[in-house]
């Protein structure tokens, strides 16, 4: 079984530029959590996509949004990039909403100049 | 909020055993999960604890206390292969949190 894709895998923005990242859940899988990893603040929770729907929603503001359409797969989108956007992206899928076993994609690694 | 307190890292010996501590202060509390990732790669789960007490996995093993909000992650048979970051993150049964991740604890080993 294929794991979890994320394209692309790496990107240079410029700040004030928007950017959209794209993930592949495991197949079956109907949930899709997205989360922003950097060094200083660590994995912090962006959004939990099931069935289309946003479940829930970490404490980032509204420039960062996200879509799940009908086959599961999922992007987020940052719009009105600036420099601390700067920042590993990854996508997580699981079976239902709320597992605790999450599986997790290679990352996206966005870099904003 | 939430919050999750974890050494920021932990040196130990190949071959030996090694114990990352965990405690937690949530506002809702399902369960303590454990990843390991290693440096470039992707976070993998390792084991996950809803009740009290131990679960073993192989040569790791994971502990919770629900009434100290605590919990550990136990290594055994420490190999190099095992040199990580790991992360403790709880499941709060979700609203704005998710699974809300620590800060990570970057194991290393040493021959």
């Known amino acids: 079984k294929a794991g979890v894709t994320q394209t692309p895998r790496y990107l240079i923005k410029t700040r004030g530029q928007q950017v959209t990242l794209s993930c592949s859940p495991i197949?079956?899988?109907?949930?899709v959590s997205w989360y922003q990893q950097t060094p200083g603040q660590g994995l912090q929770f962006l959004f939990e996509?099931?069935?289309?729907?946003?479940?829930n929603k970490g404490n980032f503001p509204g420039r960062f949004s996200g879509r799940q359409f009908s086959n599961s797969r999922s992007e987020m989108n940052v719009s009105t990039l600036e420099l601390g956007d700067s920042a590993l992206y990854l996508c997580?899928?699981?079976?239902?909403?709320?597992?605790?076993?999450?599986?997790f994609g290679p990352g996206t690694r966005l870099t904003v100049l | 909020g939430q919050s999750l307190e974890q050494p920021s890292e932990v040196t130990a010996v190949e071959g030996a055993i090694v114990q990352i501590n965990c405690t937690y202060q949530?506002?809702?509390?399902?369960?303590l999960s454990w990843y390991q990732q290693h440096d470039g790669g992707a976070p993998t789960f390792l084991s996950y604890?809803?009740?009290?007490g131990l679960e073993e996995t192989g040569r790791f093993s994971s502990f919770l206390s629900r009434s100290d909000s605590y919990g550990y992650l136990l290594l055994q048979e420490l190999q190099m292969k095992d040199s990580a970051s790991y992360f403790c993150?709880?499941?709060?049964?979700?609203?704005?949190?998710?699974?809300?991740f620590g800060k990570g604890t970057h194991l290393i080993i040493q021959p």
């Open positions: 997580a899928s699981s079976l239902r909403q709320g597992d605790n076993e999450q599986f």
């Open positions: 197949s079956g899988h109907r949930s």
């Open positions: 996509y099931f069935s289309e729907t946003q479940r």
């Open positions: 949530t506002s809702g509390f399902y369960g």
């Open positions: 604890n809803g009740l009290d």
């Open positions: 993150a709880v499941n709060s049964g979700g609203g704005a949190d998710g699974l809300t």
